[in-house]
């Protein structure tokens, strides 16, 4: 395991993302707490199911929508 500050991991972020993706376990010390940078499976994390549904709900749509009015 490596504990590194947010100022170590930005200054060596790409050797870090390459130990992370070989297993090492990554924690970095941020004022608001601990996190932890790790791996995540490629591909969609979604079903194909979840994902057209989720074209479907109406309270996300507007949530998108507010975001691509604040965005222009």
């Known amino acids: 395991m490596k ?7 930005q200054a060596q972020f790409a050797d870090v ?10 924690r970095l010390q941020h004022p608001g707490g601990l996190l932890e940078l790790k791996p995540v499976a490629s591909g969609s994390a979604f079903s194909e199911q979840e994902l057209a549904a ?9 949530f998108e929508n507010q975001c691509g009015k604040a965005s222009d």
């Open 54 to 62: 989720s074209y479907q709900d109406a309270d996300w749509a507007r």
């Open 3 to 9: 504990l590194l500050s947010i100022e170590e991991a």
């Open 17 to 26: 993302c390459e130990e992370a993706l070989a297993g090492e376990v990554i």
